[in-house]
């Protein structure tokens, strides 16, 4: 949630860094600074009628020592209109409060100053690529086709118990989501992050904490009797620890790694690179969060993005950063860089990692701040997230890329998990 002063102080500058999200921002703060003046305006009217009211309660007492009588029922009377209009105030103030939360709560986060404008993901910018780019051969098979040559994962038993997206891995193809589960869990806790395992459920109030509500309401999947939802991200749960927190300056930056299952209903997404493991409506992911100081936050991110790439060398898989533009970059991310490797059967880049900076507009929803020791004034702390990493289209590429006449080759960082050195 951006700032409310903020967007009173500088309301062109907010409409003109949305626009680089094509957001149409100006009727919206035009709003907000509208319902945010009417909301001062009653609660000064309001304070104003209770100091006369107090006032008055004081009067009646002391016409009533002289035994003015008259005067003070007058008096009285007066007294309970004031209370009924500070009453019919103080609902208005609150009627017009709920609306200008949900004004600012679908405002997206402001982007920060390298974001280029753009339309969609054709329009972002390569940040780097590496040069070993495998080339397809005539025989090379696609993902979907390998896993079910090798007996890694049954697509059509996952339709029969749950429907399509929901694939049942087996034998190696079990062991390998295993493996890269703990070859990732691993690496990040050596890079200095505390692992945490989270519900796979949250309640609304955690998913406008972290801006998945209202913004993603209808690609969550809901469980209505209970009023909960199946988390899009481990970043869900693992940053809503710190909801409603003043943490202590010493503990930042906090830094957390999870693995847990992802649902997401991919609404609208029908036809879109549905094959094998593209898209999925359940998936394994290892999530990186951390919570920082605001001044430190870039160099945070910097630090995640070389952390996310070291993964995908030890994997021995070819990839690329690229930076998201306008278009392309989420509700409320600040900036956002995309790992994708390539996939040789496919011919064709896969995301498997965003990393992003959402500076202080998860915090500002979730009323997360940090107090240094002997300071009475709070801070905002800024939040950042990455995937490290997704696996399903990590496993596409591994079994792509790798694939031989002998068999399904294995990078050396996952052998000694998987007690081999091939699919066979």
């Known amino acids: 949630m951006l700032n409310l002063k903020f967007i009173q102080e500088n309301k062109e500058t907010v409409i003109e860094r949305l ?81 200008l939360n949900d004004l600012l709560l679908r405002l997206p986060n402001l982007p920060h100053i390298s974001v280029a404008k753009g339309k969609s993901d054709a329009d972002n910018e390569i940040v780097k690529i590496v040069d070993n780019i495998p080339q397809k051969h005539a025989d090379d098979l696609p993902h979907w086709e390998l896993a079910k040559k090798y007996d890694l994962i049954d697509f059509e038993t996952g339709v029969k118990i749950t429907g399509a997206g929901f694939p049942l891995y087996k034998g190696l193809g079990a062991r390998l989501q295993r ?59 693992v940053t809503n620890i710190y909801r409603d927190m003043i943490v202590e300056g010493e503990r930042l930056p906090i830094k957390n790694t999870a693995y847990s299952a992802c ?91 965003s990393v992003s900076n959402f500076e202080e507009f998860q915090a500002n929803r979730l009323k997360l701040r940090f107090k240094d020791k002997g300071d009475k004034k709070t801070t905002v702390c800024h939040t950042l997230n990455g995937s490290a990493l997704a696996l399903p289209r990590i496993v596409a590429a591994l079994l792509e890329n790798n694939q031989c ?20």
């Open 19 to 99: 626009a680089v999200k094509n957001f149409d921002a100006r009727e919206p703060v035009e709003k907000i600074i509208e319902l945010d003046n009417l909301r001062k305006a009653l609660q000064q009217e309001a304070e104003a009628k209770q100091a006369e009211m107090n006032a008055t309660a004081k009067e009646i007492g002391k016409l009533m020592q002289t035994g003015q009588k008259e005067e003070a029922e007058k008096a009285r009377k007066e007294t309970a209109q004031l209370k009924n209009d500070i009453a019919e105030l103080n609902n208005r103030r609150n009627e017009v409060g709920t609306q």
């Open 263 to 353: 649902f997401r209903r991919e609404a609208g997404s029908y036809g879109k690179d549905v094959r094998g493991l593209n898209r999925l409506h359940q998936f394994d992911k290892v999530e990186i969060v951390q919570i920082t100081r605001p001044e430190v936050s870039y160099e945070a991110l910097d630090g995640m993005v070389k952390h996310v790439e070291s993964l995908l060398v030890k994997l021995e898989l070819p990839y690329r950063i690229v930076r998201l533009c306008g278009g392309d970059i989420s509700f409320t991310s600040a900036l956002t860089y995309d790992f994708e490797v390539y996939s040789k059967a496919q011919e064709k880049w896969l995301e498997v990692s």
């Open 179 to 237: 493996a890269l589960i703990t070859f990732f869990l691993d690496e990040n806790t050596r890079a200095g992050y505390q692992e945490v395992q989270p519900p796979l459920m949250v309640n609304a109030d955690s998913g406008y904490g972290t801006g998945q509500l209202p913004d993603k309401d209808g690609q969550m999947y809901y469980v209505g009797e209970d009023h909960l939802y199946l988390i899009p991200t481990a970043e869900v749960p």
């Open 405 to 424: 006449p002998e068999g399904i080759r294995l990078p050396k960082v996952l052998q000694a998990f998987m007690g081999t050195d091939m699919i066979k």
